[in-house]
């Protein structure tokens, strides 16, 4: 193999992996370019037991009106309407309980079955 030879392919080899690295980085670009935008993000907690009911939500909205509702015995507690933002809470002791997240009018998410 002579000097040229060496240099040629040595030359072509740079070419080759300079090419890769500019078509991965564009590639890149373009992924961002199109990415899908932000979901919305729901947390939620629903637990009801014999001395607490509790039913919390924080969203970041875009997936409806929410409230919370928790009861225990006699003693109920509703969370204000919102598409972002809802918790209820009581505490004492009772045999009958339980705790509810509406979506839309309609029972989302439930401690009791």
Same mark, same amino acid.
């Not at 300079?18 to 947390?43: K, N």
């Not at 939500?57 to 309407?81: C, I, K, M, N, W």
């Given at each position: ?8 392919? @040595?030359?072509? *080899? $740079?070419? @080759?992996?300079?090419? =890769?690295?500019?078509? +991965? ?5 373009? /992924?961002?370019?199109? %990415? %899908? &935008? ?20 924080? =969203?970041?909205?875009?997936? +409806?009106?929410?409230?919370?509702? /928790? ?7 509703? +969370? &204000? $309407? =919102? ?19 509406? *979506? ?6 439930? /401690?009791?079955?």
């Amino acid at each position: 193999m002579t000097v040229g030879t060496a240099s040629q392919a @040595r030359t072509k *080899r $740079r070419k @080759r992996l300079a090419m =890769s690295a500019a078509a +991965g980085v564009m590639a890149a670009g373009l /992924a961002v370019a199109v %990415a %899908a &935008p932000a979901q919305a993000t729901t947390v939620y907690n629903v637990t009801s037991n014999w001395w607490q009911a509790y039913a919390g939500l924080t =969203s970041t909205g875009g997936e +409806g009106v929410f409230q919370a509702e /928790a009861f225990l015995g006699y003693d109920h507690a509703f +969370g &204000p $309407r =919102s598409q972002y933002n809802t918790q209820a809470e009581v505490n004492g002791f009772n045999f009958t309980h339980n705790a509810y997240i509406w *979506r839309d009018g309609a029972i989302w998410k439930r /401690a009791q079955n």
